[in-house]
């Protein structure tokens, strides 16, 4: 695992842990975790976190490999192009986006490595949101943080966070675009763009 994450260990760098694993037959699947984290702060200062779990082990993996292989099962149903590609094609058998339920992230040679667990889970919210004919969500709201804020007729303040208004569905399915002989559940899909690349996506039957 320390091996994989170049970003956070030079070569040769290990981080400075131990780790004690006994088995009590009694406790039989229930596990007990006792967890100390420490993290140096300014000025030569320390502060340690102190943490004591109990669970059943096997109840807490379980779920995790099924979101594994549902996601990955779904990701063999998804097929994409970018740009001006003209054909569309599947995505790498290195599946990327499975990094969020796995410890340390696998990328296929050459990809920008993610270790933020919050980055990871906007990837898989943001790939499901393009398949119903959603945009990305990359939360800068930009119209809401420069010198001359205003209301915009399409949005509502409450609580100070914006609130986006309901599509009008009947205009949006009238202007549709069909993608691979399908619409884009009533949106335009070319309205869908991830890292400045116009992509169009095949979206299975969920």
């Given at each position: 695992?320390?091996?994989?994450?170049?970003?956070?260990?030079?070569?040769g760098?290990?981080?400075?842990h131990?780790?004690?694993?006994k088995?009590v037959?009694?406790v039989?699947?229930?596990k007990r975790a006792?967890?100390?984290y420490t993290?140096?702060?300014?000025?030569?200062?320390?502060?340690t976190i102190v943490m004591?779990n109990?669970?059943?082990d096997?109840?807490?993996?379980?779920?995790?490999?099924l979101?594994?292989?549902i996601?990955a099962?779904?990701?063999q149903?998804?097929s994409f192009?970018?740009?001006?590609?003209?054909?569309y094609q599947?995505?790498h058998?290195?599946?990327?986006?499975?990094s969020?339920l796995?410890?340390a992230?696998?990328?296929?040679?050459?990809t920008?490595?993610?270790?933020?667990?919050?980055?990871?889970?906007?990837?898989?919210?943001?790939?499901l949101?393009?398949?119903?004919?959603l945009?990305?969500?990359?939360?800068?709201?930009l119209?809401y943080?420069?010198?001359?804020?205003r209301?915009?007729?399409?949005h509502?303040?409450?609580?100070?966070?914006?609130?986006?208004?309901?599509?009008n569905?009947?205009?949006?399915k009238?202007?549709?675009?069909?993608?691979?002989?399908?619409?884009?559940?009533?949106f335009?899909?070319?309205?869908?763009?991830?890292?400045?690349?116009?992509?169009e996506?095949?979206?299975p039957?969920?």
């Open positions: 695992m320390v091996e994989s994450n170049e970003i956070l260990y030079k070569p760098e290990h981080p400075d131990c780790i004690v694993i088995y037959p009694y039989g699947d229930s006792m967890d100390e993290s140096e702060l300014m000025l030569g200062g320390r502060s004591h109990t669970c059943e096997s109840l807490l993996a379980a779920p995790i490999i979101d594994l292989v996601l099962e779904l990701c149903r998804i192009r970018v740009g001006d590609e003209p054909h599947h995505f058998s290195v599946l990327s986006i499975l969020y796995c410890k992230p696998l990328v296929p040679q050459g920008p490595l993610v270790n933020a667990l919050f980055r990871q889970r906007a990837c898989i919210e943001n790939i949101r393009a398949c119903i004919g945009p990305p969500i990359n939360h800068m709201l119209e943080k420069h010198e001359n804020v209301q915009q007729s399409d509502q303040i409450s609580n100070g966070f914006p609130v986006i208004k309901k599509a569905y009947a205009q949006e009238s202007n549709a675009k069909v993608v691979n002989g399908k619409p884009v559940n009533g335009d899909a070319s309205k869908l763009h991830t890292n400045g690349f116009h992509d996506l095949y979206v039957d969920l």
